[in-house]
């Protein structure tokens, strides 16, 4: 109640002082600025990407409409798959990191027999955060969330980057004079990109055991290169 009368005697005096249009305006920047605040800032903001690229000048509509398909919807996907393997991967450690921590603190409730004959409870505890560890390293191992997050990120930004280049003719596209000369060359370094994320990828979620080729070159070689162990990488 006092702070509504308060606020009352504020606006008062600020319609006095100010006049009330001006007392209107007022609020509502400082309403626009603490929105604008509390706004968070996005990576891949498609609105924005798909405006610049119906906005080009290529001399095909065909060719904007190959960029959405391609590019956008790889710059889409990557960074879609990133967050995900992200929260994923943070989701899996925090489990661990928090039940790694409470394993030698219920141990030690239980010996120092804080609840009598319910030091049973600690014991049980310990072995369900024990178990946890155990669990979420197992499924962190098995589905490399963290590998994934990774590399998924490092392609999204990179295939990102590569677009913006080409967008404002910077970087490996400097030399071109419009958007429409530089377009093959882009979509050239796109599929390249794409081709090597693949690979990158598969060495990503391919289990790291000793002795065997991790490079992630022998799923781009042909049955009879592969078949032909002469055949080097």
């Known amino acids: 109640m006092i702070r509504q009368i308060l606020d009352l ?9 100010f006049g009330r249009g001006d007392v209107v305006d007022l609020w509502q920047a400082i309403d626009s600025g603490a929105k604008h605040m509390n706004k968070k800032p996005v ?9 610049l690229i119906a906005g080009l000048d290529l001399g095909d509509k065909k060719w904007n409409e190959y960029i959405d398909a391609r590019w956008l919807n790889y710059v889409e996907w990557w960074d879609s798959r990133a967050a995900y393997a992200k929260r994923r991967y943070q989701t899996l450690r925090c489990a661990m990191v928090i039940s790694g921590a409470l394993i030698p603190a219920l141990v030690g409730l239980r010996e120092l027999q804080v609840l009598g004959q319910y030091g049973w409870v600690f014991a049980v505890a310990s072995i369900v955060a024990s178990l946890a560890v155990a669990i979420c390293a197992g499924i962190e191992s098995l589905f490399g969330y963290g590998d994934i997050w990774r590399e998924k990120r490092a392609a999204a930004e990179l295939i990102k980057s590569e ?29 390249d ?7 990158d990828y598969i060495v990503a979620v391919t289990p790291k055991t000793s002795g065997s080729d ?12 592969r078949d032909d162990k002469t055949v080097t990488s």
């Open 43 to 51: 990576l891949v903001d498609l609105e924005k990407l798909r405006a």
């Open 9 to 17: 005697e504020f606006v008062v005096l600020d319609e006095e002082i």
């Open 193 to 199: 990109l794409i081709r090597n994320e693949i690979k």
């Open 214 to 225: 991790t490079s992630g070159s022998e799923f781009f070689r042909s049955p009879a290169q």
């Open 163 to 191: 677009g913006f280049s080409f967008l404002q003719l910077s970087g490996n596209y400097f030399q071109y004079g419009t958007h429409h000369d530089a377009y093959k060359f882009f979509a050239k370094n796109v599929e």
